[in-house]
């Protein structure tokens, strides 16, 4: 009935008819459906739209009635099965609702013949060959294409797959087990494309040659497939209703990703809407369009998302700042008590900086030209009384949306042995494939930020090849200033000599009493070179595991252990351990790739039994400092002697350019830690700390390793800022004690101390109320033992209860509560850091923080000019006498008609006693550095007061240094024996002079650096010893102080129990310390 070729014609259409069919599925037992057909006639070359049925009684009508309530209403039909111009069969089912099967006996599925669209002309041409079937091709059945397809390294890879790129790819064929393939019939017309793909590869694209030979011959190496990696996330905007604004993203990956997805409070926006690809652009914005954006990259090799950017969209007429500062209390000296507000403390007010909708150009970027920022934008000056005189001050009475203040991130470290802290001296720092710097002999380095960087990863590779190479990503102040990291290495482990031809087995942890936490089994005949090429002679191994059972080691662990999942979502791993190799041929020393090595982890190892069936093999990808998966892990049994049998978790993996891996399971239960640093233990609220470095190590959960009950599964840093930070640490919320976390602080290199947790338990020093406390169980590390050191706390990581309100306020909240933990207020739950409070105070008269670059203020009286380029000067100052003084440096406008005799600010710092003379101590005393001023139009050398408490008379100035000031016109009145002036040189006078001048671009840097050349008494050492008889600028004479009398910092270390509230300190003064202190401002005028 049909026609057979394409030559048959069809005769009289009317006279051709097609089948319907009718598919019945009855019930046979309840269990089994047996399938007949039906045949009924119909129109052809028509769809039919119904079962053409006979015509129906009323007892037919009352059946279909029972059946519409027994049956749901029949699903569209499916598309037609055939290709244009031919015949198929569509389609449609049904759901019997009964809860009786004998109801259910008509059919649940029919079908029907149908005929897809007429076919239309093909208008492919082929500049050679003929089109094949599909209208999609050119094919050359006379020609050959000849492959050879290798994995990284050279290895065969056998098993892709070759794809003809067409309207929908079209699979040609497999390779074989030499990575060969043959493809017949291709064209070689230099257009046509291939795409290879092979599971953890990325595909490998390849365009047909050209010739006019029969045959052609191509090659291809596959590159490791990586998932997508942010490199540009949106960023943080605000503008006015009716403007407009452009998000950007970027990422990369192999392959490329080519799609993009942008969410608006997690719900995905309309691509074919917004017409958005990696660039976002909203314009005419409306307020409901403001909150938080993110986009998602998607490649074959997965996905990632970026951060979140908040978009603040105000009215056209709101004011984009709150006029009105908040409080900011600074401490005034000690000298200086405020009867008004029974305290030492003074509210002079502060301008929080978050991003404002300023004035914008017509031109849409994906970074503002201009940012703006919330700032003080008016200061009134205020006199505060002191002792004896009159102290100045900025106040700040307005805020408005002003040009951010540039800044500059920088990091800083020291990179030593995790065992001995012996430096990597002269090691090179890479970013990605760039070396960026290099470590000094004492293992120290500078890193100066690249502006749109959003991650850091940075590898640290030492040449003497001491220690394994090691990747971490390193948590830096976006919003500028330098933070301090130190970084550890692990030690390479002694290499061993292994013959190629014979099976070897590499135990992977080695702990006293302990078995190892895994094993490494290499087969005979694993080892191949780079070439491909398989490798029989002797291979030098080296092998080093960072061991968990070890706590000492966590310092030590590569980058931040996350991952991304396959929605894009950045997830955290649990270590059981990471191992880096490296195998070289003996002879030459290239290095040789392994295949089918086998990871036999003891599953005894695992002591949590959840964490067993999701065990994995990972290996870290060291330009994005991510985890990726190699494989999964089965279980198989393994005698051990003769009488014990063991279960191991077994992985398969091969080793060719990646040579780190790690034996990790993924986390989801966690939550954060708020954490706050302090200058001091009155724990100000405006006395916090940015910049310092939180790390957070958790711990074995239960009863653990019988040698070492405190293995750790995870180590996290992150920085400061104006209102802390949140620490990530795993948690549970059905057992308190199932982890805990040991935290630590450290600035600069110097670690933090915590508040204690004995003799003393003070929860208003902790900063955590009861009873949530205690089931945090907090212990400072010297809870059991003062001779340990005091800079570190473990809690249990008790997740917070919703039904709680006592462990709703911090200082643990759930994942999910980020938000909630990054704005908490100071009054709410949190844990302490401080600083060992050192007997230096500094006052300036324009208050700048200088954890915060973008506190900085433009004005005159400013302290540091200029917010990229802070210049510290300090004066070395001998003090002959038995006891330590306090010495202070009054700084003020000497030369410019802006500042002349109005105050900078003051410094005041304690004489440090020198080791070898019993009445020799000094100072080295910082003093405002003379030069331009923020303006930048003329300099002023700055009118240097230094002045010795206490009964001193000066005994000598240094030669050099009254020889240049005398030189150096005009020159200061010196009438008072007991104290110098000085106009500041400008020159960056050194060592010979007393003089020791630094600039950095970071305030703490520039600092540290003086002070260590002043107390070492060199212009390029360092030192924390005092050496009293170098370097000296000025020399005083001091008598003893009288019997009985309090020093300004033995003062100003009894600090008052509370904080202070917003414009008062709780607590109070005694009268007769009041009567002291005003007795101390004799000389301070």
């Known amino acids: 009935m049909f026609p057979t070729g394409p030559g048959e014609k069809m005769v009289g259409t009317k006279a051709w008819v097609f089948f319907f069919l009718v598919l019945e599925v009855t019930s046979v037992s309840g269990r089994q459906t047996m399938l007949t057909q039906s045949v009924r006639r119909v129109q052809p070359g028509r769809r039919t739209s119904s079962i053409f049925a006979k015509p129906v009684d009323s007892l037919e009508r009352s059946l279909r009635r029972d059946t519409e309530r027994v049956w749901t209403p029949w699903s569209h039909w499916s598309k037609c099965s055939a290709a244009c111009g031919h015949t198929g069969v569509q389609t449609r089912t049904r759901t019997c609702l009964a809860e009786t099967v004998s109801l259910c006996n008509e059919a649940s599925e029919e079908g029907r013949l149908c005929m897809d669209q007429p076919c239309t002309a093909c208008d492919l041409t082929c500049p050679m060959g003929q089109v094949n079937a599909d209208c999609d091709a050119c094919m050359c059945q006379d020609f050959m294409l000849h492959g050879a397809v290798s994995l990284p390294g050279g290895a065969p890879a056998s098993g892709a797959t070759v794809y003809l790129l067409t309207k929908t790819p079209k699979p040609l064929t497999k390779t074989d087990s030499n990575g060969r393939f043959r493809v017949p019939g291709l064209c070689p017309d230099g257009k046509s494309i291939l795409k290879i793909t092979k599971a953890k590869f990325a595909p490998i694209m390849l365009t047909m040659p050209k010739t006019s030979l029969k045959t052609a011959t191509v090659n291809a190496e596959f590159r490791r497939a990586e998932t997508p990696y942010i490199v540009k996330n949106p960023e943080t905007k605000a503008r006015r209703a009716g403007q407009s604004v452009s998000l950007c993203c970027k990422a990369t990956g192999k392959p490329s990703p080519d799609k993009y997805f942008w969410y608006h409070n997690d719900t995905l926006l309309d ?363 089965k279980f198989e049994r393994q005698r051990r002697g003769k009488r014990e049998e063991r279960t191991f978790l077994v992985g398969n993996m091969e080793i060719r350019e990646r040579r780190l891996f790690n034996l990790d399971v993924p986390e989801s239960r966690r939550c954060f830690i708020k954490v706050r640093a302090y200058r001091s233990e009155r724990f100000l609220p405006s006395e916090q700390i940015q910049g310092v470095v939180v790390s957070a190590i958790n711990l074995e959960p239960r009863t653990g390793f019988s040698s070492n009950p405190r293995a750790w599964g995870r180590f996290d840093s992150v920085i400061t800022g104006p209102n802390g930070a949140c620490l990530p640490a795993f948690c549970d919320d059905q057992s308190p004690d199932a982890y805990s976390a040991y935290v630590l602080a450290s600035l600069a290199g110097e670690e933090l101390e915590a508040v204690q947790s004995s003799p003393k338990f003070n929860p208003n020093a902790i900063g955590v109320p009861q009873p949530y406390l205690n089931k945090l169980k907090y212990r400072r590390t010297d809870h059991e033992d003062p001779q340990v050191k005091k800079t570190a706390f473990q809690i249990s990581m008790a997740k917070p209860r919703p039904s709680s309100a006592e462990e709703s306020n911090g200082p643990i909240y759930a994942l999910e509560n980020l938000r909630a933990c990054e704005e908490a207020p100071p009054s709410a739950a949190h844990f302490r850091f401080y600083q060992i409070e050192g007997d230096r105070y500094d006052y300036n008269t324009v208050p700048f923080n200088e954890d915060d670059p973008m506190s900085w203020t433009e004005d005159y009286l400013a302290w540091w000019p200029k917010p990229m380029e802070f210049r510290a000067c300090y004066i070395k100052v001998k003090i002959v006498g038995p006891v330590e003084v306090n010495v202070r440096s009054r700084n003020m406008g000497g030369t410019h008609r802006q500042t002349v005799g109005k105050l900078y600010g003051i410094r005041d710092v304690k004489s440090t006693r020198d080791r070898d003379q019993p009445n020799v101590s000094s100072a080295c005393l910082e003093f405002k550095c003379s030069g331009m001023l923020y303006d930048q139009d003329r300099v002023d050398r700055t009118l240097v007061k230094v002045i010795p408490q206490g009964s001193c008379y000066r005994a000598s100035v240094n030669s050099m240094l009254h020889e240049y000031l005398v030189n150096h016109l005009p020159l200061a009145v010196n009438n008072d024996t007991s104290e110098y002036t000085m106009l500041a040189p400008l020159d960056p006078l050194g060592h010979n002079y007393g003089i020791y001048t630094v600039t950095d671009q970071d305030p703490h840097t520039a600092k540290e650096i003086a002070l260590g050349r002043c107390f070492d008494g060199t212009s390029d050492g360092s030192s924390r010893v005092m050496k009293s008889n170098v370097g000296v600028a000025l020399t005083f004479n001091c008598v003893e102080r009288q019997v009985g009398r309090q020093s300004a910092f033995q003062y100003l270390q009894s600090p008052p129990a509370q904080p202070p509230a917003t414009n008062t300190v709780r607590g109070r003064v005694s009268s007769r310390r009041q009567q002291r202190a005003s007795r101390r401002g004799q000389r301070q005028r």
């Open 271 to 633: 691509p074919s809407l917004y017409k958005h690809e990696s660039k976002l652009v909203l314009r005419n914005l409306q307020q409901d369009q403001a909150g938080e954006y993110f986009c998602k990259a998607q490649s074959d090799a997965g996905a990632v998302k970026s951060q979140v950017a908040q978009l603040t969209v105000i009215a056209a007429d709101e004011t984009p700042c709150n006029p009105t500062p908040e409080s900011y209390l600074i401490r005034l000296p000690h000298d200086c008590f405020q009867n008004a507000t029974n305290s030492f403390y003074y509210d002079v007010g502060h301008c929080p900086v978050k991003t404002c909708a300023g004035q914008q150009d017509k031109a849409i970027r994906c970074r503002d030209a201009v940012e703006h920022c919330c700032g003080i934008s008016k200061t009134e000056e205020r006199e505060i009384q002191c002792s004896g005189y009159t102290l100045p001050t900025k106040v700040a009475i307005e805020c408005s949306c002003l040009r951010c203040t540039e800044t500059r991130s920088i990091v800083r470290g020291r990179v030593s042995a995790a065992d001995n802290g012996e430096p990597m001296r002269f090691g090179h720092v890479y970013m990605g494939s760039n070396r960026v710097s290099m470590t000094g002999y004492k293992g120290t380095f500078t890193l100066h930020v690249p502006q749109d960087t959003e991650r850091l990863v940075l590898t640290f590779v030492d040449r003497m090849q001491k220690f394994v190479n090691t990747t971490k990503v390193l948590p830096f102040n976006k919003k500028g200033s330098a933070v301090f990291h130190e970084i550890k290495m692990l030690r390479k482990k002694e290499p061993i000599t292994l013959e190629a031809m014979d099976t070897n087995i590499i135990p992977l942890g080695e702990v006293a009493g302990e078995d190892p936490m895994a094993e490494l089994e290499i087969p005979s005949k694993s080892f191949y070179r780079q070439n491909g090429e398989p490798y029989t002679g002797k291979v030098k191994a080296s092998v080093t595991f960072l061991d968990p059972r070890n706590i000492s080691t966590a310092t030590a662990a590569q980058s931040d252990l996350n991952f991304i999942n396959d929605e894009g979502d950045t997830f955290p791993l649990r270590t059981y351990g990471m191992f880096s190799v490296d195998f070289t041929d003996e002879a030459t020393s290239e290095s040789l790739n392994v295949g089918n090595v086998k990871v036999h982890l003891d599953s005894t190892q695992v002591k949590m039994p959840e964490h067993v069936p999701t065990m994995q093999l990972w290996s870290l990808n060291p330009d994005t400092g991510l985890w990726e998966e190699e494989g999964d892990f």
